[in-house]
């Protein structure tokens, strides 16, 4: 039997990543077949600022990850990001409809639609609904109403909204590329599909995707989303200090921190030396670089520590941090996490995946195919597409 392939497309600031991805029939394994990354264009702190700039850049990711998992990657789950991003807790009440008070699939769709019925901007919209707890007859934290008896049926809901002419910017650009866009995922949800284990979600778990130009935090608890944030802050903030710290242009600034940046302790050199484009040498003080990345990756985390403790969090989740994403790549800022946020951390690896490919600026990618997957078996042509359901729940107007 033909095995199902979908593309994972992560849309970053600094760069753009595409996997596919395919899921045997036989055993339901999934494998990667192609991984690829290209300088992202049009794209500033995760919003799409320029589709045409974008599309140009997707356009040729695409064939090039084509050519080397010689398949097609027509069909993608994509990610949105920025700060945009926003969740807001809701709660949704409805009568259960069957005579008998059994609560029907239909009723806990309405209570979770009745839970989005509040007022937003007119350029905002909600891109998804993740349904937390529901209460039947006023008894809470009932994970599956389906089934049960009563009259009343509640719902709490996180909806994660966004700008909607962000969300056009970017369905444009894809779409342009002859990309049918199977998913739309909150950038802070990419890495969770490839990363996160059922367990951790259950447990509590924050999952933190250090990007170039934003960082991007989602909390997990009794297996559901609680909490997702956007920050307009992430790895290039410190490759900037460096520039302006060291006084050095920006493209040898990004080689410095690769190259020498690290957390907890400078290499004990006084000075370091790195080649310049002309081939003389840069020499700095390592103490001075070391100082800098800290004191940036510290008001990073005091960002994400201030989040956590905003929602009750702080150094409460038994899961403690996963990291992801090309900012943490930067050496030791797991054991830095864990004294920041006072909370177990550690580097995200795939999770229930086969793969050669372990570099965490791919787990997003990664994520978003696996996405893709879950769902199967795949739609036939006459069932209602799932970027269909999207697009409608996307122009869906909201009544205050
Ligand atoms: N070895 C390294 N040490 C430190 N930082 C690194 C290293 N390798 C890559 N980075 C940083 O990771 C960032 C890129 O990560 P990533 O690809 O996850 O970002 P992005 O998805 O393009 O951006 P965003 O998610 O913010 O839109 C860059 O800022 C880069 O400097
Ligand atoms: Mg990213």
């Given at each position: 039997m033909k095995p199902h392939v979908i593309a994972g497309l992560d849309i970053g600031s600094h760069s753009l990543k595409m996997v596919v991805a395919q899921k045997k029939e036989e055993n339901g394994d999934i494998e990667i077949l192609g991984v690829a990354q290209e300088p992202s264009s049009g794209v500033r702190r995760g919003a799409v600022v320029n589709g045409e700039e974008l599309a140009l850049k997707v356009l040729s990711l695409k064939q090039r990850v084509e050519n080397l998992a010689?398949?097609?990657?027509?069909?993608a789950v994509v990610n949105i990001g920025g700060s945009h991003i926003t969740s807001i807790t809701s709660h949704g009440i409805v009568a259960v409809s069957r005579a008998d008070h059994q609560i029907s699939p239909e009723d806990v769709e309405r209570v979770i639609g009745a839970a989005q019925t509040f007022s937003l901007p007119s350029n905002k919209e909600i891109l998804e609904a993740f349904p937390q707890q529901f209460s039947v007859d006023g008894e809470q934290g009932v994970k599956e109403p389906t089934g049960m008896k009563g009259v009343r049926l509640e719902a709490d809901v996180i909806a994660v909204c966004a700008f909607s002419p962000y969300v056009k910017s970017l369905t444009d650009a894809v779409l342009s590329c002859d990309i049918e866009i199977e998913d739309i995922v909150p950038s802070p949800l990419s890495c969770s599909f490839s990363v996160l284990t059922s367990q951790q979600k259950e447990l509590g778990v924050a999952l933190l995707d250090f990007g170039a130009q934003t960082t991007n935090l989602a909390v997990f608890e009794e297996g559901e989303l609680v909490h997702l944030a956007v920050f307009p802050v992430g790895s290039e903030s410190i490759t900037n200090d460096i520039a302006i710290g060291l006084r050095t242009e920006h493209d040898l600034a990004e080689r410095i921190k690769k190259e020498f940046g690290t957390l907890g302790?400078?290499?004990?050199?006084r000075q370091e030396k790195i080649d310049n484009p002309d081939g003389s040498l840069f020499t700095f003080p390592s103490k001075l670089l070391f100082h800098i990345v800290e004191a940036r990756t510290k008001e990073i985390f005091q960002f994400v520590a201030k989040e956590l403790k905003s929602i009750e969090k702080g150094g409460k989740l038994p899961a403690g941090v996963v990291l992801a994403g090309?900012?943490?790549?930067?050496?030791?800022l797991d054991e830095f996490a864990k004294k920041e946020l006072k909370l177990p951390s550690r580097l995200g690896t795939p999770q229930g995946i086969s793969t050669f490919e372990t570099d965490p600026v791919f787990l997003g990618a990664m994520g978003l195919a696996m996405k893709g997957l879950e769902g199967l078996p795949r739609r036939t042509s006459v069932e209602e597409s799932e970027i269909l359901r999207k697009i409608k729940k996307l122009f869906k107007v909201f009544i205050p």
């Open positions: 010689a398949k097609k990657a027509n069909r302790a400078s290499r004990g050199k090309g900012g943490a790549k930067l050496p030791r």
